[in-house]
């Protein structure tokens, strides 16, 4: 069955960029989606279709996707953006969730 | 507002079943796919059931096959999951989402869940 790979945990100071990774065999020849969850929440979709923002997420939120990894991106990162981060992509038929990325905003 | 609604999670003993549903509004619902997503303690997303918007197709992980079933009545803008057979590794917050997929220009297939709802929990305890 297909994987996606991601790292427990990122930290970043606010102000900063962060680049959280999802890594998968030819991932670029698939579209990637991502998704944020905090504490107590549901996921919120921030990404979809590789690069494309759902209305009402800021624009801080970027994504892209080549070769075997797809990223993430905050740009000017935020207190309030300390979240966990999923990536997720289709693959036979199924639905496919990296194991998720703990982001600290310290 | 969109919105989704789950019921039915609870209590249940190894070996006993479950159903939960998930209650659509304000969006066409027989127009969508719909999925079950789950979240155990402490761990991450995982994708548990699919099924087409006109009820024809559905998918399960391997994790869940034989035991699962997922259904819908797009008459009652409502989402089923018939869980028998538990075991402790069920336990979980199972979400229900609301999905997207179409093939672009080129025909690549993308998919991802716009809508989710807040999750009933079950546990699977003796």
């Known amino acids: 069955s297909y994987e996606l790979t991601q790292p427990p945990s990122m930290s970043v100071s606010p102000g900063q960029t962060a680049s959280i990774p999802c890594s998968g065999d030819?991932?670029?020849?698939?579209?990637v989606c991502w998704y944020q969850e905090k504490p107590g929440q549901s996921p919120v979709l921030v990404i979809y279709?590789?690069?494309k923002r759902p209305s009402g997420i800021p624009e801080r939120f970027s994504g892209s996707n080549s070769g075997n990894t797809a990223t993430l991106t905050i740009t000017g990162t935020q207190a309030m953006d300390e979240a966990d981060y999923y990536c997720?992509?289709?693959?036979?038929?199924?639905?496919?969730f990296g194991g998720g990325t703990k982001l600290t905003v310290l | 507002e969109v919105q989704l609604v789950e019921s039915g999670g609870g209590l249940v003993q190894p070996g006993g079943s479950l159903r939960l549903s998930c209650a659509a509004s304000?969006?066409?619902?027989?127009?969508?796919?719909m999925n079950w997503v789950r979240q155990t303690p402490g761990k991450g997303l995982e994708w548990v059931s699919y099924?087409?918007?006109?009820?024809?197709?559905?998918h399960s992980a391997d994790s869940v096959k034989g035991r699962f079933t997922i259904s819908r009545d797009n008459a009652k803008n409502s989402l089923y999951l018939q869980m028998n057979t538990l075991r402790a590794e069920d336990t979980a917050v199972y979400y229900c989402?609301?999905?997207?997929?179409?093939?672009?220009?080129?025909?690549?297939?993308?998919?991802?869940?716009?809508?989710w709802g807040k999750g009933t929990t079950v546990t699977v305890s003796s």
């Open positions: 304000r969006f066409t619902f027989s127009n969508y796919s």
């Open positions: 030819n991932l670029g020849n698939k579209y």
């Open positions: 997720q992509a289709w693959d036979s038929a199924t639905v496919v």
């Open positions: 279709q590789d690069v």
């Open positions: 989402a609301r999905g997207r997929g179409e093939r672009d220009s080129d025909q690549n297939f993308y998919y991802y869940m716009d809508v």
């Open positions: 099924i087409s918007s006109n009820t024809i197709t559905t």
